[in-house]
């Protein structure tokens, strides 16, 4: 329903002038999905500043049938953050919420508000010589609320886990209001369900994330990093086994970069620079880690380059020798997400696979796009270490860009029903929100899909929480 003028100022009497927002171009930057695909309205932005606040903010929701869209850094690709189109919707942002309520260094824990931004959560741990290892390309702006909403993965997925596997305790605000505390620094607790779990990765379907304890790990002291060009995907899931089996656990990043995505950067990145002297079809972004300073990686991945050229599955590399040239060997794929608006439309999907089928997956994807639209140029890149792949089509040089990105949702079926037919994920980091809801029953089981909903009925009987997304 609508909220009346009475409704709205008793939102606005709980969390005050600041944090009630309703004149449209206040309310903008909330509305828009950061690659435009999505535009709603609201009756109104709120913005409370404590758990108390959102609390209270969902009573009144759950009183009167209002619907709630909870929002954190904006930065989710899924539409999962915006509000529908009808205008009648409240938007709950948790910018406000941005404490770093305490440090545990003997618990190695950190607990903190949920809107605090990744980067704001890993210096602190940085300040107690701890490391916070979830690392994404929008860390200044994302907030740990939302990655623990959406289950974000990152760089690091491969050694550290996704985001679900970094939190200890959740303290979550319910459709009705009520607080639940489960901010526990436990890593062993076997009495019952594991609740917090039914959170993680829900996009705000079933409460309210407002506050985290995060798992904290000994601060590394020795990294090494490598580019190195290899000749196929299937020769850099082979180094993968090797590195890791030279490194014995040590390997934290293994992410797949194509020659399109070298050229995109570098041709629109001021400053980037191809590491290697001639080009490569593909590459692979290696970094190892140790919390010894004499930890003998170089000499680690110094033996993993070798023992891969000498197997073929290596043509080039160079080995970082600054922590300039480290940054320099990220940016090539840290841009390589933004880049991409430069070369014109880009159709995005967000998949994994099993690792052995890597190869296989993006050979059969890049085939059928580009059977369907001559010159369209796959863009295949990212956390191949986990089977998480980017794969991202790039509209043909010269296309209409309106007319790429109306092909969207058949491209989107045709590299899902690859995915599917490999037993894979057509959500593999970003979600499911409003752009794959409609398309998940076709991956997941009946059985699974009746699961999800009794949840969303049990915990959200009015359905006022983020109506329309994931189930």
Same mark, same amino acid.
């Given at each position: @329903?609508?909220?009346?003028?009475?409704?709205?100022?008793?939102?606005?009497?709980?969390?005050?002038?600041?944090?009630?927002?309703?004149?449209?171009?206040?309310?903008?930057?909330?509305?828009?999905?950061?690659?435009?695909?999505?535009?709603?309205?609201?009756?109104?932005?709120?913005? $409370?500043?404590?758990?108390?606040?959102?609390?209270?903010?969902?009573?009144?929701?759950?009183?009167?049938?209002?619907?709630?869209?909870? *929002?954190?850094?904006?930065?989710?690709?899924?539409?999962?953050?915006?509000?529908?189109?009808?205008?009648?919707?409240?938007?709950?942002?948790?910018?406000?919420?941005?404490?770093?309520?305490?440090?545990?260094?003997?618990?190695?824990?950190?607990?903190?508000?949920?809107?605090?931004?990744?980067?704001?959560?890993?210096?602190?741990?940085?300040?107690?010589?701890?490391?916070?290892?979830?690392?994404?390309?929008?860390?200044?702006?994302?907030?740990?609320?939302?990655?623990?909403?959406?289950?974000?993965?990152?760089?690091?997925?491969?050694?550290?886990?996704?985001?679900?596997?970094?939190?200890?305790?959740?303290?979550?605000?319910?459709?009705?209001?009520?607080? &639940?505390?489960?901010?526990?620094?436990?890593?062993?607790?076997?009495?019952?369900?594991?609740?917090?779990?039914?959170?993680?990765?829900?996009?705000?379907?079933?409460?309210?994330?407002?506050?985290?304890?995060?798992?904290?790990?000994?601060?590394?002291?020795?990294?090494?990093?490598?580019?190195?060009?290899?000749?196929?995907?299937?020769?850099?899931?082979?180094?993968?086994?090797?590195?890791?089996?030279?490194?014995?656990? *040590?390997?934290?990043?293994?992410?797949?970069?194509?020659?399109?995505?070298?050229? +995109?950067?570098?041709?629109?990145?001021?400053?980037?620079?191809? $590491?290697?002297?001639?080009?490569?079809?593909?590459?692979?972004?290696?970094? @190892?880690?140790?919390?010894?300073?004499?930890?003998?990686?170089?000499?680690?991945?110094?033996?993993?380059?070798?023992?891969?050229?000498?197997?073929?599955?290596?043509?080039?590399?160079?080995?970082?020798?600054?922590?300039?040239?480290?940054?320099?060997?990220?940016?090539?794929?840290?841009?390589?997400?933004?880049? *991409?608006?430069?070369?014109?439309?880009?159709?995005?999907?967000?998949?994994?696979?099993?690792?052995?089928?890597? #190869?296989?997956?993006?050979? *059969?994807?890049?085939?059928?796009?580009?059977?369907?639209?001559?010159?369209?140029?796959?863009?295949?890149?990212?956390?191949?270490?986990?089977?998480?792949?980017? +794969?991202?089509?790039?509209?043909?040089?010269?296309?209409?860009?309106?007319?790429?990105?109306?092909? &969207?949702?058949?491209?989107?079926?045709?590299?899902?029903?690859?995915?599917?037919? @490999?037993?894979?994920?057509?959500?593999?980091?970003?979600?499911?929100?409003?752009?794959?809801?409609?398309? %998940?029953? #076709?991956?997941?089981?009946?059985?699974?899909? #009746?699961?999800?909903?009794?949840?969303?009925?049990?915990?959200? $009987?009015?359905? %006022?929480?983020?109506?329309?997304?994931?189930?």
């Amino acid at each position: @329903m609508k909220p009346t003028p009475e409704i709205l100022q008793r939102l606005k009497d709980v969390v005050g002038d600041k944090g009630f927002v309703v004149e449209e171009a206040d309310m903008a930057p909330y509305l828009v999905e950061r690659r435009e695909l999505y535009r709603g309205r609201a009756a109104a932005v709120v913005r $409370p500043a404590s758990t108390a606040e959102v609390s209270a903010v969902m009573r009144i929701a759950h009183e009167t049938g209002v619907h709630v869209v909870p *929002q954190g850094g904006n930065t989710g690709l899924v539409g999962g953050q915006i509000p529908d189109e009808s205008g009648e919707e409240i938007l709950l942002s948790l910018s406000r919420m941005n404490a770093v309520r305490g440090i545990d260094t003997q618990n190695n824990t950190l607990t903190v508000d949920a809107g605090v931004t990744l980067a704001a959560a890993q210096a602190a741990a940085r300040e107690a010589d701890r490391l916070f290892p979830l690392s994404l390309a929008s860390e200044g702006s994302c907030q740990i609320g939302g990655n623990l909403s959406t289950n974000a993965g990152g760089t690091q997925v491969l050694r550290y886990g996704n985001a679900r596997d970094l939190v200890l305790g959740l303290e979550v605000v319910m459709a009705n209001g009520d607080v &639940w505390d489960g901010l526990t620094g436990l890593r062993k607790d076997n009495t019952g369900y594991d609740l917090k779990q039914i959170f993680l990765g829900s996009e705000g379907t079933l409460g309210i994330i407002t506050g985290a304890v995060l798992k904290l790990f000994p601060m590394p002291l020795s990294v090494e990093t490598a580019f190195a060009a290899v000749p196929s995907v299937e020769a850099a899931v082979k180094l993968l086994r090797v590195a890791d089996g030279l490194a014995g656990g *040590q390997v934290s990043s293994f992410e797949l970069v194509p020659r399109i995505g070298v050229e +995109f950067v570098t041709r629109h990145i001021e400053g980037a620079s191809d $590491p290697l002297a001639e080009p490569y079809p593909w590459y692979v972004l290696i970094e @190892m880690t140790a919390g010894m300073e004499d930890a003998r990686l170089a000499e680690t991945m110094e033996a993993a380059l070798a023992e891969g050229l000498d197997q073929g599955l290596v043509s080039d590399a160079a080995v970082a020798r600054s922590e300039a040239q480290r940054a320099d060997f990220w940016r090539l794929r840290e841009a390589l997400s933004d880049v *991409q608006r430069a070369e014109g439309g880009s159709i995005k999907h967000d998949i994994s696979v099993p690792v052995s089928r890597m #190869a296989d997956f993006i050979a *059969q994807a890049s085939e059928a796009v580009t059977a369907r639209l001559p010159g369209v140029r796959p863009v295949p890149f990212g956390h191949i270490g986990d089977g998480n792949v980017h +794969f991202n089509l790039s509209q043909p040089v010269g296309a209409d860009k309106a007319a790429f990105l109306a092909l &969207w949702g058949e491209m989107n079926g045709i590299v899902h029903g690859i995915v599917r037919g @490999m037993g894979g994920s057509i959500s593999a980091e970003h979600g499911v929100g409003r752009l794959k809801r409609d398309e %998940i029953a #076709a991956t997941k089981s009946p059985v699974e899909m #009746a699961a999800m909903r009794a949840l969303k009925r049990a915990l959200d $009987p009015k359905g %006022i929480l983020n109506p329309g997304k994931v189930v």
